[in-house]
């Protein structure tokens, strides 16, 4: 056989698939949680695999010494093809759907997943010995396509691999969208079922070259993924999910210059200390005390917007930022704080209420990292003052500047 025969090329084709989806599943080695991306595309690969081996199965393509393999008929052998290839791409859709972070129920999975399939048998049955059998097909190939390009677009500002999906999705369309507009105006006669349904070799280069490119993409995709993850938990506290000292600093500052562009000011700083966790400590021991931090750190996430900067700064010590913000509206918070951990139930395993103590500041002007030692320093003075009562916000001062 030759390289010119799409039997030939498919037994190429279908085992680097597989070999495909195996470094893709190599590639990656990110927490469980964030594997769902990887899992529906492997499936979406798998599927891609079987569809192209559909050809094979159909009577005489292997000759008579397979004909144990003669299970489809030409036309059962088009409606499996056609189908798997619309199913492969809605498993790649979820796939893509997954690195938004989006969470959904398994019945809209389902239904994203199996719809579109449905609705295209459904209409093929119907035009299966109609000229205008293919049109129906390629419309469907448009309306998939066109759904994973608008999942793929919010994608493009977190990675960069997404840039090359979104290219050769408006290749794809434009190509489909051609093909239905003109196989609709112009039917071509009714498709003959009477020898085996196979590739062309266009077809099939162009099938190949493409899913090659996507698998590649969103491989590249997953590894940008994973960076993020590594340098996420680089610099988070393992135990309340907030920022650590480590990442702290960096991250106010780039939040400080989001704010200044957009003109939001004043900013405010708290510093706050939970009050006798010496004594929690010793008294009901370590694993109450860091569910008391647990629960303090979920109460401040709760509370705080999507701007403000939550910080373990060490050991009971926390640091807030507060974007747009004036030391009015930040004391008005930390009242809330208080009052939302006062009227918290207590239970066997936390049988107390959480306290603390605090130092508050503003300010307009935070350009450096000196500039923001400068203000924790002050903030520093103001807890240290807050903490010989315990239970009160003390204000930065004259004194403390």
């Given at each position: 056989?030759l ?47 079987a ?5 094979l199965?159909?009577p005489?393509?292997?000759g ?8 489809l008929s030409p ?7 056609t ?11 979820l796939?893509?759907?997954?690195l ?23 209409g093929?049955g119907v ?11 390629f419309l ?8 994973q390009?608008c999942i ?33 105006l112009?039917?071509?006669?009714a ?12 077809a ?16 590249l ?11 996420q ?11 650590n ?11 400080e210059?989001r ?6 000011y ?14 929690i400590?010793?008294q ?14 979920s ?11 939550f910080?373990r ?6 640091l ?6 004036d ?28 306290g603390?103590s605090?130092?508050?500041a ?16 002050s903030?520093?003075?103001?807890l240290?003052r807050?903490?010989r009562?315990r ?11």
């Amino acid at each position: 056989m030759l390289l010119n025969d799409p039997v030939t090329l498919l037994f190429i084709i279908i085992p680097f698939g597989f070999m495909t989806t195996l470094m893709l599943c190599l590639s990656y080695v990110g927490s469980s949680r964030h594997r769902a991306p990887l899992h529906w595309w492997i499936a979406g690969d798998l599927v891609l695999a079987a569809y192209r081996a559909v050809d094979l199965l159909q009577p005489g393509v292997l000759g008579p010494e397979h004909a144990w393999l003669d299970m489809l008929s030409p036309q059962t052998a088009f409606l499996a093809n056609t189908c798997g290839l619309l199913l492969a791409i809605a498993c790649h859709s979820l796939a893509l759907h997954q690195l938004c972070d989006r969470h959904r129920s398994v019945a809209w999975h389902l239904r994203t997943l199996l719809a579109p399939v449905l609705l295209y048998g459904i209409g093929a049955g119907v035009l299966l010995h109609n000229g205008l059998m293919l049109a129906w097909f390629f419309l469907f190939c448009v309306v998939s396509i066109g759904l994973q390009f608008c999942i793929t677009w919010p994608l493009r500002r977190r990675f960069r691999g997404a840039w090359a999906l979104l290219a050769g999705h408006v290749a794809l369309l434009i190509f489909h969208a051609h093909s239905a507009v003109t196989l609709a105006l112009q039917p071509p006669p009714a498709l003959d079922f009477t020898e085996p349904d196979m590739f062309s070799l266009p077809a099939l280069a162009m099938d190949f070259m493409v899913s090659f490119l996507f698998t590649l993409s969103f491989a590249l995709m997953l590894q940008e993924q994973l960076r993020r993850q590594v340098v996420q938990l680089s610099i988070t506290d393992t135990l309340t999910g907030a920022l650590n000292r480590r990442g702290a600093v960096s991250t106010i500052l780039e939040q400080e210059r989001r704010q200044h562009a957009a003109r939001r000011y004043p900013l405010s700083v708290a510093m706050i200390d939970l009050d006798n966790f010496k004594q929690i400590n010793d008294q009901y021991g370590h694993a109450v005390g860091d569910m008391a931090l647990q629960m303090f750190a979920s109460t401040v996430t709760r509370l705080t917007r999507k701007d403000d900067v939550f910080v373990r700064w060490g050991g009971e010590e926390f640091l807030l930022v507060f974007p747009g913000t004036d030391i009015q509206q930040a004391q008005g918070f930390m009242a809330r704080l208080r009052e939302t951990l006062d009227t918290q139930q207590r239970t066997p395993s936390l049988p107390f209420s959480i306290g603390f103590s605090a130092g508050l500041a503003q300010t307009s002007v935070m350009n450096s990292r000196e500039d923001f030692e400068a203000l924790l320093r002050s903030v520093d003075k103001a807890l240290y003052r807050a903490k010989r009562v315990r239970g009160r916000v003390e204000v930065v001062e004259a004194v403390d500047l």
